[in-house]
C-alpha cells in the first residue's frame, strides 16, 4: 500500500490510500452471484481511503441477510465488481481485492458465510472461520 487497481476494461481506476482493516474472504450466496465466481476477497476499509478515478461507477441495491441495503458498485461498461457499502456500516466500504493490480499482496485473515461455501473450496492459511456474517 498504496495500492492500484481498477476494473477488466480500465474504465475506473483506484488507489487505496491506507492498509485494509481487515480482509475477508465471504462465501455468501450473493458475493457467489455478484462475482460469478465460488466467493469474494473483500478489503474492508474507510470509504474515504479509497480514491476513484475514469469513469462512472453502477451500484445495485442488494438486501443483506441483516435487512441492510448492501449499494454493491461495478463499472457499467465491463460488470467488474468493485465495491460495496452497507447501510448498517457507515463510512466504511468493501473493496473486491480481485482488482487489485496485484492482488498477490492480499492476506486475508477471515472467512465468513462459511455455511454457504462451496464444498470443492478449502483454502489455507490459519483463518478465522465464520457460519454466518461478522
Ligand atoms: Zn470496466
Ligand atoms: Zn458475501
Known sequence: MPATGGCLCGAIRYTLKAEPALTVVCHCTHCQKASGSAFSTNLVMQRAD??????????????????NILKRSFCPKCGS????????RPGS?????????????????MEIWTRSAQPWVKLGGEMTKMEKGR
Open 50 to 67: 479509497i480514491h476513484f478515478s475514469g469513469g462512472e461507477i453502477a451500484a445495485y441495491d442488494d438486501k443483506a441477510d441483516s435487512g
Open 81 to 88: 465488481s468493485l465495491m460495496s457499502e452497507s447501510s448498517g
Open 93 to 109: 466500504a468493501v473493496l473486491k481485492a480481485g482488482t487489485l493490480d496485484d492482488p498477490s499482496i492480499v492476506k486475508p485473515g
